[in-house]
């Protein structure tokens, strides 16, 4: 098992800056990648992020050039910096790690952190 606890949301102004995070704990060997998808009232899940073992880095087109995705492997966290916020940015964060159980790769979630953006 992998136990995911996201940090950092809030509400912030548009054009203002969020870094959120995400620590991994349990079985973190093996995790493959983790990303930061969100989802918004009315809407699918989506990814936002993500950061492979490899150190490669993949972006929604919606947020690219303003979201960071970076990791502290010491640390066993994920951050995501959110940069010159939208209202469109507004939705529940969530963490996900995608990890390699011997059979299967397997999906943990954390419980989310909300990301309220103003006009």
């Known amino acids: 098992q992998v136990q995911l606890v996201e940090s950092g949301g809030g509400l912030v102004q548009a054009g203002g800056s969020l870094r959120l995070s995400c620590v991994a704990s349990g079985s973190t060997f093996d995790i493959n990648a983790i990303g930061w998808y969100r989802q918004a009232p009315g809407k699918r899940r989506e990814l936002v992020a993500a950061?492979?073992?490899?150190?490669?880095?993949k972006y929604a087109d919606s947020v690219a050039g303003r979201f960071t995705i970076s990791r502290d492997n010491a640390k066993n966290t994920v951050y995501l910096q959110m940069n010159s916020l939208k209202p469109e940015d507004t939705a529940v964060y969530y963490c996900s790690a995608n990890r390699w159980d011997g059979s299967y790769y397997r999906d943990y979630w954390g419980q989310g952190t909300q990301v309220t953006v103003s006009s």
């Open positions: 950061i492979y073992s490899d150190g490669n880095t």
